[in-house]
């Protein structure tokens, strides 16, 4: 699967870019998914929490393990995609297109430090 261009990446292997309304989507890459297997259960951070950029702030389960997720950027989550509470798998079906939280960062400054899709793709080689 080829990664999205327009999206910042951590090195925990979360994605994230900035939505139409100043909010961030995050979501677990193609890389990811794939390590995990079949996922089953996503505990995402709850509205109004605050996150701390690189610190764990949720958990994916899938039938071989559990990774904690880990803040791309600093900020308060505002949304959760509810649709994954029923239908975990979709991280598996669509990695890219299916985002665990939506946050409002603090410093939008700290997106530098993540890689673009070239430097994620070199780390995952």
């Known amino acids: 699967m080829k990664t999205p261009e327009n999206y910042a990446y951590s090195p925990e292997h979360l994605w994230t870019y900035a939505d139409t309304d100043g909010n961030w989507l995050a979501g677990i890459t193609d890389y990811a998914q794939n390590l995990l297997g079949d996922i089953v259960f996503v505990d995402a951070p709850k509205v109004g929490s605050s996150l701390t950029q690189a610190q764990a702030c949720g958990l994916v389960e899938s039938v071989k393990t559990g990774s904690d997720l ?56």
Do not use: C, R
């Not at 994954?84 to 603090?106: A, M, R, T, V």
């Not at 899709?117 to 995952?124: G, S, V």
């Open 70 to 125: 880990h803040a791309p950027l600093s900020g308060t989550v505002v949304a959760v995609n509810e649709a994954l509470n029923g239908n975990p798998e979709l991280l598996n079906d669509q990695p890219y297109k299916n985002w665990i939280f939506k946050f409002k960062p603090s410093d939008a400054a700290e997106a530098q430090k993540l890689m673009d899709a070239a430097a994620y793709d070199k780390l995952t080689e």
